[in-house]
């Protein structure tokens, strides 16, 4: 059994910035891709970034510097560094893990106000 759980979500003024946490625990395997996705109200959920273990780092093209993902494989957690935050990044963030199967955690609310 895996278990996501997030952290770090809230309200921020445009140009401000927040950090994400997720730690993962139970059957997690060092050989996995760990991340963030989001979903928007009325969008589908879309691929912020993504770390593996030994494989390059992934992000979105909407990123454009301003995120960054980090991850400790000790403590199985996954962050999210997001700077310059505007309005269209508000949305539900979800961590992810993918090792044989994909798992979510519950997500966490980022609202940015203009």
């Known amino acids: 059994q895996v278990q996501l759980v997030e952290s770090g979500g809230g309200l921020v003024q445009a140009g401000g910035s927040l950090r994400l946490s997720c730690a993962a625990s139970g059957r997690v395997f060092s050989d996995n891709v760990m991340g963030w996705y989001r979903q928007a109200p009325g969008k589908q959920r879309e691929l912020v970034a993504i770390?593996?273990?030994?494989?390059?780092?992934i992000y979105a093209n909407f990123v454009k510097g301003r995120f960054t993902v980090s991850r400790d494989n000790a403590k199985n957690t996954v962050d999210l560094q997001m700077n310059s935050l505007n309005p269209e990044d508000t949305a539900v963030y979800y961590c992810?893990?993918?090792?044989?199967?994909?798992?979510w955690g519950q997500g966490t609310q980022v609202t940015v106000s203009s």
């Open positions: 992810y893990l993918r090792i044989s199967a994909t798992f």
């Open positions: 770390i593996g273990s030994g494989r390059p780092t």
